[in-house]
């Protein structure tokens, strides 16, 4: 019975990511722009092609589809489809480690919270207050829920604030004020130890996509990269796997 019942929850987990993500990718769209996020209806932006039910779903309206808009067959961006996966990929990876628990629910939020900051870094560069204001009491309330000490998430934030903080001011702009935001709330949820470990990670995942895009003249050296969704990665590696690592990793000592 429990299996069985393991087997629906990560079925749902599954589905739940792609479509949270489906909504999290037009918040990630829309807010950074000041739009509304239930209207209009999603809609080609080259035509103005209004999607039917079935275009709009999660990763196989895309493949449905063949990446090409209905109306003017113009190319739509794979980015959609692909969050929607890894907000399935995630959710699903998620309930699989915790199962019915406070820790899933805070990494369903976390990741989404993630998703829709990477979408909204990559189409318009700005990561929106908004988003974090409304996401950070609940991530605050799960983290405690999930087992935090008191201290943690306060000690977290402060860490995450302060490094940050200091390299956007020794850097003068080579990291936005919104890094700073964000890496204050991934503290919150990390805790100090693990804030680090993030932006350790996160760092060199930004390296190694900004070396790449350079080596493939995909961008200018001086043109800026979105961060975010390098932080998004680094962050949710971080959750998942840095207990297991430290674990395993003093058990060598
Ligand atoms: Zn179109």
């Known amino acids: 019975m429990t299996k069985l019942l393991d087997l629906i929850g990560l079925i749902y987990s599954i589905v739940l990511g792609a479509v949270i993500t489906s909504f ?3 918040v990630g769209l829309r807010v950074p722009q000041k739009q509304s996020i239930v209207t209009p209806r999603s809609h080609c932006p080259s035509c103005g092609h209004v999607l039917s039910a079935w275009e ?4 196989f309206g895309y493949l449905f589809l063949r990446g090409k808009c209905r109306g003017c067959g113009g190319r739509i961006a794979p980015t959609y489809p692909l969050f ?6 995630g959710y699903g990876y998620s309930f699989w480690l915790y199962g019915f ?6 990494a ?47 000690a977290g934030a402060l860490l995450g604030f302060s490094f940050l903080a200091t390299v956007f001011f020794v850097s003068k702009g080579g990291l936005g004020a919104g890094d700073v935001k964000l890496f204050t709330v991934i503290g919150l949820v990390l805790g100090p130890r693990d804030v680090l470990v993030a932006l350790f990670l996160a760092s060199l995942i930004g390296a190694v996509v900004g ?34 690592f430290f674990d395993w990793y003093f058990d060598l000592l």
């Open 84 to 89: 929607e996966l890894l907000g399935a990929i």
């Open 211 to 244: 070396l790449a895009l350079i080596g493939l003249k995909r961008i200018g050296r001086k043109q800026p990269i979105p961060f975010v969704p390098s932080i998004a990665l680094g962050t949710m590696l971080t959750f998942w796997f840095s207990e297991r």
């Open 108 to 154: 369903f939020v976390f990741l989404s919270t993630l998703l829709a900051l990477a979408m909204s870094d990559l189409s318009t560069m700005l990561v929106p207050n908004v988003i974090l204001l409304y996401t950070a009491p609940v991530l605050l309330a799960l983290a405690y829920v999930s087992g935090a000490t008191w201290w943690g998430p306060l």
């Open 101 to 106: 628990s406070g820790t899933t629910l805070l």
């Open 24 to 26: 999290t990718n037009v």
């Open 56 to 59: 709009l779903v999660p990763v």
